[in-house]
């Protein structure tokens, strides 16, 4: 069965350094999120894909994070500096989105430990 | 703008016994889509049951089933026949448009 990919599973850092995540959506499935998951919390979304083209980022630190999904496949996901509150799990699904299915899947995640 | 809210933040239940868990959502959408999702522990995310809110007939998945009430913006989950792999955070979702709003979840835990 397909699955979501994410890398790498966990990840610890010191504050201020850079940080990269990266996820392999199912194939076929044009939109992707990230959302970042705070322990006890539920999915806030960060940024959404549509294909190449970002569809909202309106929850995105835009100063310190940037995401991109150049040929509309996989995506990176970066933080630069990290913070102490950035530590949390970052999650990334899939959706076909299509008429008979609005369906996410998501891949592990990727927890975040900031030092 | 779009809120879900999960009021219960833990529950517990008996295994083999029934247990409800809520969620009530504010829109001013008249097409969406409701689902619930199970996060267990250090695993990843799915999909338990998802509701169209154009079908009046409640979904149902096995041992899992929603009480959709649209008037009343609420979209319960029952699980039946407790069983210890259904202990897990489960997540109200909807969505709308383009974008998914989540609830802040309920921690299940069934007892042996």
């Known amino acids: 069965e397909a699955e979501v990919a994410q890398s790498p599973r966990y990840k610890i850092t010191e504050k201020s350094q850079a940080v990269a995540f990266w996820c392999d959506p199912i194939?076929?499935?044009?939109?992707l999120y990230w959302y970042r998951q705070i322990l006890g919390q539920g999915p806030e979304l960060l940024v959404q894909?549509?294909?190449?083209?970002?569809?909202?980022d309106s929850q995105l630190p835009k100063d310190r994070f940037s995401a991109e999904r150049l040929k509309g496949v996989d995506s990176t996901l970066k933080i630069q500096p990290a913070e102490l509150g950035d530590s949390a799990m970052y999650l990334c699904?899939?959706?076909?989105?299509?008429?008979?299915?609005?369906?996410?899947?998501f891949g592990p995640g990727t927890r975040l430990t900031v030092t | 703008a779009q809120t879900v809210t999960q009021s219960q933040p833990e529950m517990s239940v008996q295994e083999a016994e029934t247990v409800t868990l809520s969620c009530t959502y504010d829109?001013?959408?008249?097409?969406?889509?409701l689902f619930w999702y199970k996060q267990p522990p250090s695993r990843q995310m799915i999909l338990v049951i998802r509701?169209?809110?154009?079908?009046?007939q409640n979904a149902t998945e096995n041992r899992f089933s929603v009480n959709f009430q649209k008037a009343a913006k609420s979209f319960s989950l029952k699980i039946s026949d407790s069983q210890l792999g259904d202990t897990a955070m489960y997540f109200c979702?909807?969505?709308?448009?383009?974008?998914?709003?989540f609830g802040t979840g309920t921690s299940l835990t069934v007892i042996p």
């Open positions: 509701q169209e809110a154009y079908k009046q």
């Open positions: 194939s076929g499935h044009a939109t």
């Open positions: 829109t001013s959408e008249n097409n969406y889509y």
């Open positions: 894909f549509q294909d190449e083209s970002v569809v909202d």
């Open positions: 699904a899939s959706s076909l989105l299509a008429l008979s299915s609005y369906e996410q899947y």
């Open positions: 979702a909807f969505f709308t448009g383009n974008q998914f709003y």
